[in-house]
């Protein structure tokens, strides 16, 4: 689903899921796009294209963002983050014109509704504008709005399920003003969370049956937040910020062995750092993010009824290429721990060889690009 396409109704959450012609899916256009994914500590711009066996990546750019130009999830220096865009398109090298680019879940109402079946488009669309002002906590002139027809309901089968989705408009505006600012057409400002999903799907591809059924934790390390997401059968039933990120290390190594924060930034990426930085600084880290894993993954047992936890865990972020966090995190909880590489297909198998270390930063920029494969 899109929250805001320029062309027509938004994609569901899986381009790999087929409800059926009754739904809105059916009818999507289809886009020649890259993914723009803006986190707190970088624009990731990545293109991809679609092939006979799945999906590929071609291209790609990474480029770091100011301290502080994303607060809270949403732009705060537009100016930078606009210059970050561009620099990161201009690395990837990708010709495309189109952008695909997503707003935190954070910042988005979502609600199910149900309609009449029966109701063609435009009867529909009329009826979500009058429904949504029971369910939207904001005037409709504020908000962007969109919403996706899932299919029957469960309950009723005269009745469809309508995913509905808002966001407030200047979240929107910001997010499209940098993307057009870096000279690409926002096609679609889409939901994190829906491109996490669709990446998951390539991930869990390389499983097989073995992950059916099965309640997966997606700890997704970030500069300032670690978001654990639990899937069961493809699908997002939990999602939680933790108050740990990879930004903590970059300060320690700024106190030990820089002069600012930027600095400490490029020691760490270029791994170019004294002898004992691995015993006083990264080993205690690792220890660290194994000990937050711990604790996200309780707080979901508290949470849910089965209070077992999960069955495996999967590791995104920057921090997820640190090498033997894996061993540390499972070794602490006593789940089996994975990093997740959506490029681990055999269309993709090349290109996450030459990214390396990369990889793990690309997993939303991924779900975004899948959307504009064409």
């Known amino acids: 689903m899109a929250l805001f396409s320029r062309k027509g109704?938004?994609?569901?959450?899986?381009?790999?899921?087929?409800?059926?012609?009754?739904?809105?899916?059916?009818?999507?256009?289809?886009?020649?796009?890259?993914?723009?994914?803006?986190?707190?500590?970088a624009v990731k711009v990545l293109e991809m294209d679609r092939g006979r066996d799945g999906y590929k990546a071609t291209h790609v750019g990474i480029e770091p963002l100011p301290r502080d130009a994303i607060v809270e999830r949403a732009i705060s220096n537009l100016d930078a983050v606009g210059e970050a865009v561009a620099a990161a398109l201009q690395r990837s090298r990708s010709k495309r014109k189109n952008a695909i680019v997503a707003v935190a879940s954070s910042h988005v109402v979502t609600r199910?509704?149900?309609?009449?079946?029966?109701?063609?488009?435009?009867?529909?669309?009329?009826?979500?504008?009058?429904?949504?002002?029971?369910?939207?906590?904001?005037?409709?002139?504020?908000?962007?709005?969109?919403?996706?027809?899932?299919?029957?309901?469960a309950a009723d089968p005269n009745e469809n399920e309508i995913l509905l989705s808002a966001c407030?408009?200047?979240?929107?505006?910001?997010?499209?003003g940098v993307v057009a600012s870096a000279g690409l057409q926002p096609v679609i400002i889409d939901v994190d969370s829906f491109a996490v999903e669709r990446a998951y799907s390539l991930v869990t591809q390389a499983f097989g049956d073995s992950i059916q059924n099965k309640v997966i934790g997606l700890l997704d390390y970030g500069d300032t937040t670690t978001h654990l997401d639990v899937f069961v059968d493809g699908k997002i039933v939990y999602s939680r910020d933790h108050a740990f990120g990879g930004r903590i290390?970059?300060?320690?190594?700024?106190?030990?062995?820089?002069?600012?924060?930027?600095?400490?930034?490029?020691?760490?990426?270029?791994?170019?750092?004294?002898?004992n930085y691995v015993a006083d600084l990264l080993e205690p880290f690792k220890a660290s993010m194994a000990q937050e894993a711990n604790r996200a993954i309780e707080f979901f047992s508290s949470s849910s009824r089965s209070n077992e936890g999960v069955d495996a865990i999967f590791l995104t972020g920057g921090c997820a290429a640190i090498d033997g966090a894996t061993d540390v995190i499972q070794q602490v909880t006593g789940f089996d721990t994975f990093v997740a590489n959506p490029f681990a297909g055999s269309e993709s198998r090349g290109k996450s060889q030459v990214l390396g270390r990369q990889t793990p930063l690309l997993f939303k920029a991924c779900g975004l690009a899948m959307r504009g494969a064409g």
């Open 112 to 153: 199910t509704i149900y309609l009449p079946a029966e109701l063609n488009d435009s009867e529909l669309e009329e009826q979500v504008g009058i429904e949504a002002v029971h369910h939207i906590p904001y005037s409709l002139d504020e908000v962007n709005m969109d919403y996706l027809v899932m299919g029957p309901s």
């Open 168 to 176: 407030r408009r200047e979240i929107v505006e910001d997010y499209a």
């Open 9 to 41: 109704r938004g994609l569901s959450r899986s381009e790999l899921s087929d409800k059926g012609a009754n739904t809105a899916e059916s009818n999507q256009p289809r886009y020649s796009a890259v993914g723009v994914d803006i986190s707190t500590s």
């Open 249 to 275: 290390l970059t300060e320690n190594i700024r106190t030990r062995f820089a002069s600012s924060h930027e600095e400490a930034e490029a020691m760490k990426l270029a791994l170019d750092l004294p002898e």
